[in-house]
């Protein structure tokens, strides 16, 4: 579990928020993510065993968010299908109740 965590205001140069937000749009994140990172990476006085166990607790978070991605994709296949046949056995019964002949009879 994750420590609790409290909020933190900056004062940055423009400049520096630009390079922050160029930044974050080469890596698909956030201005704030990028700072927070940077100043995490400061408080460890760039220690790589520090940063290494950083980014395997990403790598960790990211295997289990990919895994529930998954497990997602494939619930949503079976529940397609599922749908599918709904449909179909729901048209069957309209053709059944109103008369018309089903395409078995036709």
Request: proline share 5%; no cysteine; charged share 25%.
């Amino acid at each position: 579990m994750s420590e609790p965590t409290r909020p933190l205001s900056i004062r940055l140069a423009a400049s520096d928020i630009d390079q922050l937000t160029a930044r974050a749009r080469r890596i698909s994140g956030t201005p704030t993510g990028v700072a927070r990172e940077l100043i995490r990476s400061g408080l460890t006085h760039g220690d790589p065993f520090t940063q290494a166990e950083r980014l395997l607790k990403i790598e960790r978070r990211l295997a289990v968010l990919s895994q529930d991605l998954q497990a997602v994709a494939n619930a949503a296949t079976q529940n397609g299908g599922s749908l599918g046949r709904v449909e179909s056995m729901f048209d069957e019964l309209l053709h059944a109740l109103s008369g018309q002949p089903t395409r078995q009879e036709a």
